[in-house]
């Protein structure tokens, strides 16, 4: 975990060069262990973090805020939670967000990965904040791959950073929240500007599915969609597809990454909330069922 604040240092600085004004990291940023009962020991509380602890300081240092993936121990200590917080400018924890949807997957060829051996699911959904960028909304990864019925399933929208007016600058590194739209609909519903979906997507699912869902989640909703995605080798048995992207609520992509790179990077990119209204107000979408 320290190496990985290393990294994350690295990348607060690279967001302050290019006058960001927050800065999203991808799902499980303090660690991706090698299997359950690894990510079982692995876990601190956010008190006991030297990880979490690290980002708030600089968070408070650069008056930056940031949105991060993290795991939380559970009550009972026998799995944790994989969590999305919001750290503002003054480096408090003021928004949590518990992934709802658990991945559990088995691949013909490739990997086999069950969450929910040593993960906990989430109950509630996130109502949208704000934040010094707009009003955001919080879900992770898998996510966005659920279609839900029931429209009581509502998530914060994460909102790029403002610079001037309606415009943005937001660094972003490499979400499961996905493949479930109505999450992100309730969102909408809610005021959300900006839906976020910190990943750790797996290869053969990303080169299927990333960029279509993602692009599919921010025409429907007609918000931004900042997806920060981890990318490359973990641990031997785990490769993330990586891609970061930012698009836009037409659905064109303002700003992506590659998967490949052994440095930390960021993508920047200008969001103009306007065109968030415009697009809602020029194409109103009104749910009939």
Not at 75 to 103: A, C, M, P, S
Not at 146 to 153: I, K, V
Not at 243 to 265: C, F, K, M, Q, T
Request: with cysteine.
């Amino acid at each position: 975990m320290a190496h990985n604040l290393q990294q994350c240092q690295i990348l607060i600085k690279k967001a302050l060069n290019a006058g960001a004004k927050a800065l999203f990291l991808p799902e499980a940023t303090d660690y991706i262990a090698g299997s359950p009962v690894e990510t079982v020991a692995l876990v601190r509380s956010v008190q006991d973090s030297l990880f979490v602890k690290g980002l708030q300081n600089e968070a408070k240092s650069a008056n930056l805020p940031i949105n991060v993936g993290i795991h939380e121990p559970t009550q009972d200590g026998k799995k944790v939670k994989n969590t999305l917080i919001w750290i503002d400018g003054k480096g408090e924890i003021v928004q949590r967000y518990q992934k709802l949807h658990l991945f559990d997957v088995e691949i013909e060829g490739g990997p086999v990965l069950k969450e929910s051996k040593s993960v906990e699911k989430g109950s509630e959904i996130l109502p949208p904040f704000e934040t010094p960028v707009g009003r955001v909304g919080l879900t992770i990864c898998f996510d966005v791959c659920w279609f839900e019925s029931s429209s009581s399933l509502l998530f914060p929208v994460c909102k790029p950073i403002f610079e001037v007016s309606f415009e943005l600058r937001m660094p972003m590194t490499t979400a499961d929240i996905l493949r479930f739209p109505e999450i992100n609909l309730a969102l909408k519903r809610q005021g959300a500007e900006i839906i976020t979906f910190p990943s750790a997507f797996t290869v053969p699912t990303g080169q299927a599915h990333w960029e279509a869902l993602l692009r599919a989640r921010a025409i429907e909703t007609q918000a931004y969609v900042i997806a920060a995605a981890q990318a490359g080798s973990h641990n031997g048995k785990r490769t993330s597809y990586g891609h970061s992207i930012i698009i836009d609520p037409w659905g064109n992509i303002v700003a992506e990454l590659g998967g490949g790179s052994r440095e930390p990077e960021i993508a920047i990119a200008d969001i103009d909330l306007g065109i968030v209204e415009r697009v809602r107000k020029e194409m109103p979408l009104l749910r009939r069922t």
